[in-house]
């Protein structure tokens, strides 16, 4: 089944849902106009529709490999690249002096969820060299910028991150990789990196690498660690790729998903690199990157949740089996009750996962654009719960998807099947969902629920203003609010950390179900009568209730959890 992109989705949530207009009243994206932005997802979609989405097969069928040190990429994925940088899509938001378009980032989620959506494989790679963009724009020297920013935007180059280790995993201070410094300003790396996503490409004409390495005087742990830009090849004077760097591909990892994205073994041998940021400084520069990855991640979840409910839904619109009592019915599964709840489940699940990521964008844009510390806060609360929540609806959509095909779904040819087995990484890298959760109960606390009881009261004010409209829909927003409010009370009471971490995956997942009633209640009353108040009624009457059974397991503490002994577990 073809991928539309759901151009009209992003229209509504902008202009009803996640006040996109406060981001482009500001100075900062004042050139953002609606006209403007509209061009931009309508291109962008029609890239995704006639472009990417016909690789998404292919690259499954036909991975990535390593020929004589060479990766050789998916058939057709040269073309797809090619399309994306010609088009502008690696960076939209990044800054003009240096070739980006310097739009909201709001826009740039919207497009790579697009892309996502469309092929997953390919996509993974713009989203790596516009995490590098944003790491160099804030940290490297002008002498960096200079050379490396208008070649990674306009796609000529690629970059990379390179932090784990086959010993340091999300241990990241447990790193070995060393960096020598040389006598001509740049410093020598020697290490082994592992899980690299497109860690080298036969398509573009250089592959830069972001490398977390120790030098000789830094400290164990992540303290005495520091960022290096290390090139394939090492640029010449006039900027041109020049001779190979001490690098190399070892190996690819055969993966359960993800065949047309090669995932390398990288080996540096006395590679030539360059500082980024300050020494000892690596893991705050990292950050940078880390950050805007996250929400490119829950943003990829969400696209291959999009694309999946697509897919089922055209296979229930003609797939015939047994008869339904549905008057005037289609004739078709999708009458069937339980066939119906699962594309419902799935829509809905979507919409909600997108309000949270385009909302998460919004405040990014809002930080960057005025600079205003409740901003900034905002968009770090939301950060890990775009991240998890969006890889899990991608991971449950995609696994609804098989089931709406039935037999079918469980058949290679369907194409559903490759939904589940590219979308379930998503959840592990970039920091497993529950690091993500053990840092939305911890370091996004660390201001007393500050910033939580900010968004809470905004999501009481709204749902106690929607009673007088739509009381049924509104009231149980509201209480829902009303529980997370106490259980952020009750999270920032405790003192062991543990008591919060035991809990920290239900109760972010019961946060993102909150957080999606409110988003379906503002829809609601900006389309009451229409399918998206039929919707919302389906989340907040259906879904949204199981937030209390998951605020409960989240202030259950951690005694119970730990009473269970190793001994226990393994009887």
Avoid at 22 to 36: I, L, N, Q
Avoid at 230 to 241: C, I, Q
Avoid at 455 to 481: G, H, N, R, Y
Wanted: glycine share 10%; with cysteine.
């Amino acid at each position: 089944m073809p991928y539309r992109a759901p151009i009209s989705d992003y229209r509504f949530l902008f202009d009803h849902v996640v006040d996109f207009k406060t981001v482009t009243d500001t100075d900062r994206f004042a050139e953002a106009t609606p006209d403007m932005v509209d061009a931009i997802l309508t291109e962008a979609g029609k890239m995704c529709e006639e472009i990417l989405a016909p690789l998404q097969r292919p690259g499954d069928l036909n991975p990535a490999r390593l020929e004589n040190g060479v990766v050789r990429t998916s058939p057709g994925f040269a073309e797809g690249h090619k399309a994306i940088a010609e088009g502008g899509w690696v960076a939209i938001a990044a800054d003009p002096e240096y070739g980006g378009m310097g739009l909201p980032m709001t826009v740039t989620t919207a497009v790579n969820e697009m892309m996502s959506a469309a092929c997953l494989s390919l996509q993974l790679n713009p989203l790596m060299t516009q995490g590098q963009i944003e790491a160099l724009e804030h940290h490297a020297s002008d002498a960096i910028k200079q050379t490396y920013l208008p070649k990674l935007i306009s796609g000529a180059w690629a970059g990379t991150m390179n932090l784990t280790e086959p010993q340091a995993g999300s241990d990241v201070g447990a790193l070995r990789t060393k960096a020598e410094p040389n006598n001509d300003g740049s410093y020598s790396i020697t290490g082994q990196k592992i899980y690299i996503s497109w860690g080298d490409n036969d398509f573009t004409e250089n592959v830069c690498h972001l490398v977390l390495a120790r030098l000789p005087d830094g400290v164990p742990g992540t303290k005495g660690i520091s960022l290096f830009l290390v090139p394939k090849y090492l640029p010449k004077e006039d900027g041109t790729p020049g001779v190979a760097n001490d690098l190399r591909v070892v190996s690819l990892e055969h993966k359960m998903g993800l065949h047309g994205s090669p995932t390398a073994v990288m080996e540096y041998a006395g590679a030539k690199g360059w500082l980024v940021g300050g020494e000892h400084d690596g893991m705050k520069c990292m950050f940078t990157m880390m950050n805007n990855a996250r929400l490119g991640v829950g943003g990829q979840g969400i696209g291959v949740a999009e694309g999946a409910y697509q897919h089922a839904l055209a296979y229930a619109m003609d797939r015939k089996q047994g008869r339904t009592s549905v008057e005037d019915g289609t004739g078709t599964i999708v009458d069937h009750a339980d066939v119906r709840r699962m594309l419902a489940t799935m829509k809905a699940e979507v919409f909600a996962a997108r309000a949270i990521a385009l909302a998460n964008a919004v405040a990014i844009d809002m930080a960057t654009a005025t600079g205003d510390a409740d901003w900034a806060a905002r968009a770090a609360l939301l950060t890990p719960v775009t991240k998890a929540f969006g890889t899990d609806t991608g991971i449950a959509v995609a696994d609804l998807g098989v089931q709406v095909h039935g037999g079918m779904g469980f058949i290679e040819e369907t194409g559903a099947a490759q939904y589940c087995r590219d979308v379930r990484v998503t959840a592990i890298y970039e920091g497993t969902n529950g690091i993500q959760s053990m840092d939305l109960v911890a370091r996004k606390m660390m201001d007393g629920g500050e910033a939580a009881f900010d968004l809470l009261d905004e999501i009481e004010t709204f749902a106690e203003a929607a009673k007088s409209e739509l009381p049924d829909l509104a009231e149980p927003v509201w209480q829902a609010a009303e529980t997370l409010r106490e259980t952020v009370e009750w999270l920032v009471a405790q003192k062991d950390l543990t008591d919060r971490f035991a809990g920290s995956v239900p109760f972010l997942k019961g946060f993102a179900r909150v957080l999606g009633g409110y988003y379906h209640l503002r829809a609601a009353m900006a389309d009451t009568g229409g399918a998206r108040a039929r919707l919302a009624r389906f989340y907040i009457s259906r879904l949204l209730p199981e937030h209390r059974g998951l605020f409960a397991h989240a202030r259950a503490g951690s005694g119970d959890l730990f009473a269970l002994s190793p001994e226990d577990l393994a009887a």
